[in-house]
């Protein structure tokens, strides 16, 4: 059985964890946001993944068992808000468009987290502000909860690149493309193409934060060329994975004070793979 933490206050630090570090299933009291100013950000639910770069952040609502995991060497700043400040209404996970006026306020609330100032409760003030305006992302993989159709995504969370039909994956797991696209549907919200597309770009960011490259992404991912790939990337991300990738590089390690890191904040207790997430 999965344990799972409660931790009543979601704390509001900066840390740095290392590649692949991950941390463990818990639960808040409180909202927070979740962001990574460098590196590659997972949080996994029970609905699902989100996968993020640094011109995204991840809303947490209160209560949302969820967990967290580095790809590449990942700056995570973390800002929890009360249970009763939720200035978008949202009350599922969620991926938000993060501007440079918005991640600039971020990494200003996680530097002193400690100071109960009459200037930091106004940052706070201006920090929820830009949340009302900030657009939500549909960068989401969807968890499956019908057998046949978690019998087919699991084929594909193996190999991102598989690029058969929806029919052919069909008669592996004993159904017909008419009833998964229903389940689909119905299950996930969105069609195959979109879910596989949400899956790749997932994939995608996960390895351009490994160092791989580019042409190697596209090809690992299924993609048929890598101008395909960069076309669909920079759609959903806003920039080239090239300039993705090189944006991670250039941020500096001095731009998280570890003064703000606070360990107990948050544990690096061991998280089951999305898949007992998922399950």
Known sequence: MMDIRHQPVAPTAARRLAPHARIGAHRHDDHQIVYAHRGVLSVTTSAGSWTVPATRAIWVPAGAVHSHRAHGALELHLVGLPADTNPLGLHE???????????????????????????????????????????????????PTAPRLQALCDILYADPSDNRTLAALGREVGASDRTLSRLFKA????????????????????????????????????????SAFIDVFRRAFGRTPGRAAASDVAVSDAAVSDAAVSDAAVSDAAVPDAAGLRR
């Open 93 to 143: 996970p969620t991926v938000l468009a993060v501007s440079p006026l918005l991640r600039e306020l971020i990494l200003a609330c996680t530097r002193d987290p400690a100071d109960g100032s009459p200037e930091q409760r106004r940052l706070r003030a201006v920090l929820c502000d830009q949340l009302r305006v900030s657009s939500e992302q549909p960068l989401h993989v969807p968890a």
């Open 187 to 226: 299950d996930l919200g969105m069609t195959f193409p979109q879910w596989r597309t949400q899956l790749r770009l997932s994939h995608a960011l996960v390895l351009l934060a490994e160092g791989t490259p580019v042409t190697v992404v596209a090809h690992r991912c299924g993609w048929s060329s890598a």
